[in-house]
């Protein structure tokens, strides 16, 4: 989608590496820093996790975030300029991604939410392997898996930890989540599966006590779950922009013929 609005009021945030910072003072010198709760659009200077942290600060300011990558790591970022600024973004595609939406509950029965952009992940919390069952719009699919734990990805999560753990990269506008497992023992040749991003995904603790389990949405932990529910929060929309020809969804095609 191609935005059609000016920028004259530009945001910067920076991660604290010496290159955002020297990148950040610059630019200010130019174009001035508004705060973001006016600005046009958020221009963040680092990697992909400076962009994660601020797309969690605005999650519901429908502020356009604009990265040029300053990090290491620059999947959800374009690439570093400091001339035309203002006509970079009014050129500039947004790509519109959703968060999922974890509600966990502890050993005690205290619920715990979090937002996840990337993913929604459990992983067991000692060296016992986890026993998981997973139900998918209240009914059961599985009924045990036996890993070190599992994920659900959004499209833009898809090519994080995810496709680490040999799961599926999905297009960014694919009205799809994944579900992958991480290290299953059982069943041996259980890979996860594709879903409607509708779809409401319930993942219960087996054998708790003996075997405890972490769930973590991007950064929010919640220890010794004993339930977990996930999924898509359609109301909450994340503006991500990208230079013409190398947005969001080029990206994501693109990785699927790296090798």
């Excluded at 139900?135 to 994080?160: N, Q």
């Amino acid at each position: 989608m191609a935005t059609s609005r000016t920028f004259e009021k530009i945001a910067f945030v920076c991660s604290d590496v010496p290159e955002a910072r020297e990148a950040l003072e610059r630019l200010t010198k130019v174009y001035g820093n508004a705060p973001a709760a006016s600005a046009d659009a958020i221009v963040a200077l680092g990697g992909d996790g400076l962009m994660l942290q601020t797309l969690h600060a605005h999650l519901h300011d429908r502020i356009p975030v604009y990265g040029m990558n300053r990090g290491s790591v620059g999947f959800l970022t374009n690439d570093y300029h400091e001339d035309d600024l203002r006509g970079c973004l009014a050129r500039a595609e947004a790509s519109i991604i959703h968060p999922l939406a974890m509600r966990a509950v502890d050993r005690a029965g205290k619920v715990h939410v979090g937002l996840a952009i990337n993913e929604v992940h459990l992983f067991r919390a000692t060296h016992q392997a986890a026993k998981l069952r997973i139900s998918i719009d209240g009914k059961v699919r599985l009924e045990e898996l036996i890993c070190d734990g599992a994920l659900v990805a959004t499209p833009a999560g898809s090519t994080a930890y995810n496709l680490s753990v040999a799961g599926p990269i999905l297009p960014i506008n694919a009205p799809l989540l994944a579900l992958t497992p991480i290290s299953a023992f059982r069943p041996r040749r259980w890979h996860g599966a594709l879903l409607p991003n509708e779809a409401k995904i319930q993942f219960d603790v087996l054998e708790a006590d003996k075997r405890p389990v972490s769930a973590v949405a991007d950064h929010t932990e919640t220890r010794a779950v004993t339930r977990v529910e996930v999924e898509q929060a359609s109301g909450i929309d994340l503006f991500l922009m990208f230079d013409p020809g190398h947005n969001l969804d080029e990206r994501i095609l693109s990785e699927q013929f790296r090798y």
